[in-house]
């Protein structure tokens, strides 16, 4: 893992209260604040930097501050049954509402074996993976996927149509850590060009293309053109067919579908986030699934051979040079291992906005070493 030169570390309990004191100071309820620090610390534990603290200014305070999201979120169920549900979540807080929508699925699937729902004007909802731990926690399979701001052009387009469209997965095992799969279905994400830029770094060629179709290395020019439309992603797998992108295009094609169809959401160029030359609100879709082991297997079954499968491809046969084989999950876990008795790694950026929502909420209590 790479850590910038003037990286400071926050204790993990410090950096989670001061996020949950900025949402609260930005008008997000006490009980709701809590729950969104919580996901983006969870990001933070587990290495994905892209997607935590990185992420409080630049998304959620600017977005509630230019009145484009909501602090307080009204989740309403539009449509029932059994085994399923269709939300509204009125552009309100989207780790608010995937959290309700995921506890919901997960209380369908314990009864009836298998719980889904799909939800419509929703946000940012933070780190897919959150919401599929807490299926195997409590000893599910656990899926979702959220559309997004348009950013990837489809196989052998250059005009970003869909979003990142994050398809994740979680499983329990019999490790000390879960089977956990959360990825986008571009060949990169936003977020990690973020991080480049951050850190002023050029990207690797084959992320990103211009409108010419020519490969772009310049993460900073880039935030800006993926914007104005100038730039696009590209699908899983990389320009072209030669290298099977059509494949993350097929995927991402499938979250945009089960990201708006299902509950008659937005998709597309509707969640560009901009009408008539003004900025409104980004109203993302969300699913998620939630499947009941016991209802085919014993949970202890399950577990062990989840497990076996994961060991079993660790121990295979290594390329030459190659360390180690990994397994979904297993970075996640030994991030957490690392930081977890260090912290949050803040940048020089993102040390400059905590200071200044710091001062602007006055939050003077938190003296950071910055």
Same mark, same amino acid.
């Given at each position: ?14 950096? @989670? ?85 995921? @506890? ?109 179709? @020519? ?156």
């Amino acid at each position: 893992m790479e850590i910038e030169k003037g990286t400071k570390w926050v204790k993990f309990d410090v950096m @989670e209260r001061f996020m949950a004191d900025v949402f609260k100071g930005i008008g997000v309820p006490p009980s709701e604040a809590a729950v969104c620090a919580e996901v983006l610390i969870t990001s933070d534990k587990l290495g994905i930097d892209s997607h935590g603290v990185s992420r409080l200014k630049p998304i959620y305070y600017d977005r509630i501050k230019q009145g484009i999201q909501l602090p307080k979120t009204r989740f309403k169920i539009v449509k029932q049954t059994r085994t399923t549900a269709v939300i509204d979540g009125h552009n309100g807080m989207g780790h608010v509402i995937a959290r309700r929508a995921m @506890e919901l699925a997960i209380r369908k699937a314990k009864k009836y074996g298998l719980g889904m729902t799909a939800v419509r004007n929703s946000t940012h909802y933070g780190i897919a993976g959150y919401y599929t731990l807490m299926a195997s926690k409590a000893g599910m399979i656990g899926i979702t996927g959220t559309n997004a701001r348009p950013s990837v052009a489809p196989t052998f387009g250059t005009e970003n149509m869909l979003g990142t469209n994050a398809f994740t997965f979680g499983m329990p095992t019999d490790e000390k850590f879960p089977f956990m799969l959360d990825c986008a279905t571009s060949t990169t994400q936003r977020g990690k060009i973020e991080v480049y830029a951050k850190l002023g770094k050029k990207m690797p060629k084959g992320w990103v293309i211009n409108d010419a179709g @020519e490969a772009r290395t310049d993460s900073r020019a880039v935030l800006g053109e993926l914007v104005a439309g100038t730039a696009a992603l590209v699908p899983l797998g990389g320009i072209g067919e030669e290298m099977s992108g059509y494949k993350g295009y097929g995927y991402s094609t499938v979250v945009e579908i089960m990201s708006a169809a299902l509950q008659q959401g937005a998709y597309m160029k509707m969640l560009t986030g901009m009408k008539n030359g003004k900025k409104i609100p980004y109203p993302l879709g969300h699913f998620f699934l939630a499947i009941n082991i016991e209802a085919f297997t014993t949970l202890k079954s399950f577990k062990k051979i989840a497990g076996d499968i994961l060991r079993g491809l660790r121990a295979s046969k290594k390329m030459p040079g190659a360390r180690r084989i990994f397994t979904a999950g297993e970075k996640e876990h030994l991030n957490w291992l690392y930081r977890k008795n260090k912290g949050v790694p803040v940048n020089k950026v993102t040390q400059r906005e905590i200071i200044a929502m710091r001062d602007e909420l006055k939050l003077d209590k938190y003296k950071f070493d910055f």
